[in-house]
C-alpha cells in the first residue's frame, strides 16, 4: 500500500508570507506526527495528533506554526508570516497506534520550505 | 530534558572495516530506534530494539540496546559503499506522551574505496 505523502515537496516563499503543508498519512494510522530538520541536523518533533485530537503541540517554535487534522486523516501544517529561521525540512509520520501502544513511526518524504 | 547523543558524528571509513556508531541517552526510555537518510531523502527505518539486551542484524549492520548503560550501538561490518548515508537514533519517551521521537545529531557516514 501506498506510504506517507507529503505535499509539495518543496516550497520557496518570500518572508512573511503564509504556507501550508499537507501530510496524507497511511490509511488507518492512528497517530500522526510532524517534525522539523534543519539542515545537518535530526528531526525535532513539532506536534502529535491521535485521530483528529492534537495532544502534544508543545514542540511548535511559535504562535506563527498552527497544525489541524480536522477529518483525523490528512492534516496541515501552516506558518503564518513565514521568517528565514523557519526554512527546513518538515517531516511527517504516522503510526497505526499511539500512546500505550506506540508503534513504528513511518516517515514521509519532507517538503524542503526555503524562506527567502 | 531528554537528549540523545550520537558519536561519531561523522566517520570516514573504508571499505571492507568494522566500525561502531554509539548512541546514549539520558532519561529512561524501553524503545529505541535506528533510521538511515541518504542525502535528500527521507528516514529509511532500519531496526527497532524493545528491551534491554535486544540485538538485530540485517546485512552488514547490527544493533545492540543496553537499557542500564542507556546506550545503543550500531555496528558496521565490512563497510561497503551503498551504506554511505546519514545514520540517526531515537528514542521514544516512555510515560505515556504519544511516542513522540528524539533524535540524535546523526552520524554521517562516508565509505570510500
Known amino acids: 500500500g501506498a506510504g506517507v505523502s507529503q505535499s509539495p515537496r518543496y516550497k520557496v516563499a518570500k518572508r512573511g508570507q503564509d504556507v501550508a503543508l499537507r501530510c496524507d498519512p497511511i490509511s488507518g494510522h492512528v497517530s500522526l506526527f510532524w517534525y522539523q530538520q534543519a539542515l545537518g541536523q535530526g528531526p525535532e518533533f513539532l506536534t502529535y495528533f491521535q485521530n483528529e485530537a492534537q495532544l502534544d503541540k508543545s514542540g511548535l517554535p511559535s504562535d506563527r506554526f498552527f497544525a489541524e487534522r480536522p477529518e483525523g486523516s490528512v492534516s496541515t501544517l501552516k506558518i503564518q508570516r513565514t521568517q528565514q529561521e523557519d526554512s527546513a525540512v518538515y517531516l511527517c509520520a504516522s503510526s497505526l497506534n499511539g500512546g500505550a501502544g506506540r508503534n513504528e513511526q513511518f516517515f514521509g518524504p519532507g517538503t524542503r520550505l526555503t524562506v527567502l | 530534558e531528554l537528549k540523545v547523543e550520537q558519536n561519531p558524528l561523522f566517520l570516514s571509513m573504508q571499505e571492507g572495516k568494522n566500525y561502531t556508531i554509539y548512541c546514549n541517552y539520558s532519561t529512561t526510555s524501553d524503545r529505541l530506534y535506528w533510521y538511515r537518510q541518504d542525502p535528500g531523502k527521507s528516514l529509511e527505518s532500519l531496526f527497532v530494539l524493545l528491551s534491554n539486551g535486544a540485538v538485530k542484524q540485517e546485512g552488514r549492520l547490527m544493533a545492540s540496546l543496553d537499557t542500564k548503560a542507556r546506550l545503543s550501538t550500531l555496528h558496521i561490518t565490512a563497510a561497503v559503499h551503498d551504506l554511505s548515508a546519514t545514520y540517526f537514533c531515537?528514542?521514544?519517551?516512555?510515560?505515556?506522551?504519544?511516542?513522540?521521537?528524539?533524535f540524535g545529531q546523526g552520524t554521517e557516514l562516508s565509505v570510500k574505496p
Open positions: 531515537a528514542v521514544d519517551l516512555i510515560y505515556n506522551q504519544g511516542g513522540k521521537l528524539i
